[in-house]
């Protein structure tokens, strides 16, 4: 009998603490972060969306991107994002990399392709072609390349839009952003951000 009733006043008590924490932890504390973030970061809590002529909005049906998010830019006049191996490339649905490990033949093969077609469009030797124009990231979301890349893609980008290389080059070092807290991570270069800057200046 005894061995009973504490068992009993053992599972009321875990239950009493079930439900405290998640009321606590499962209610009030995400109501909590959300109202905060919602005050404090709107646009960063709902997606660091932006719009055609670069700036900030929180209306999605205005939005042309986020700038946390990588997407496909066709055409020859914009600079390119790395590839993507989420599903059909840049789906948000089936974020996820290749999986294929470095001495996949596929993954080399696939490697080998994307250095002469990044070559031959850029027009410069295999050898001077950017790690992140070859490889996905591990999301295939990433919306960043590295300075080189965008580098790389300077004479094309500028040509393609009737401007001097100097002033993409420019474009290029004004949207570049340095490593976080000044250690963390590599210098980079958000491709929308990038894109939309020059559409703005060829506008």
């Known amino acids: 009998m005894r061995e009973s009733l504490s068992f009993l006043r053992q599972t009321w008590a875990g239950l009493r603490v079930l439900v405290v924490l998640t ?25 660091s ?13 205005r939005a042309v991107g986020s ?16 590839p993507s191996a989420a599903g059909d490339g840049y789906d948000t649905l089936a974020s996820g990399g290749s999986n294929l490990g470095p001495l996949n033949t596929d993954l080399v093969a696939t490697i080998e392709q994307r250095r002469a077609a990044v070559a031959a469009q850029e027009g410069v030797p295999a050898a001077e072609v950017a790690p992140d124009a070859l490889t ?20 094309r980008v500028a040509k393609e839009n009737g401007l001097a290389e100097a002033v993409v080059e420019a474009l290029v ?23 939309l800057a020059l559409r703005t200046m060829g506008s």
């Open 173 to 195: 070092a004004r949207t570049t952003v340095g490593r976080d807290l000044g250690v963390l991570g590599e210098p980079r270069v958000d491709v929308l951000r990038l894109n």
């Open 67 to 82: 700038l946390l998010i990588g997407q496909q830019f066709d055409g020859p006049q914009w600079f390119h994002p790395r």
């Open 136 to 155: 996905a990231s591990a999301s295939g979301l990433d919306p960043d390349i590295s300075p080189a890349y965008a580098q790389l893609q300077v004479a």
């Open 49 to 61: 969306l932006v719009a055609a002529d670069g700036s900030r909005v929180t209306d999605r049906s």
């Open 23 to 47: 009321v606590l932890l499962g209610v009030a504390y995400p109501l909590a972060v959300t109202g905060v973030s919602q005050v404090a970061l709107r646009w960063q809590a709902n997606g």
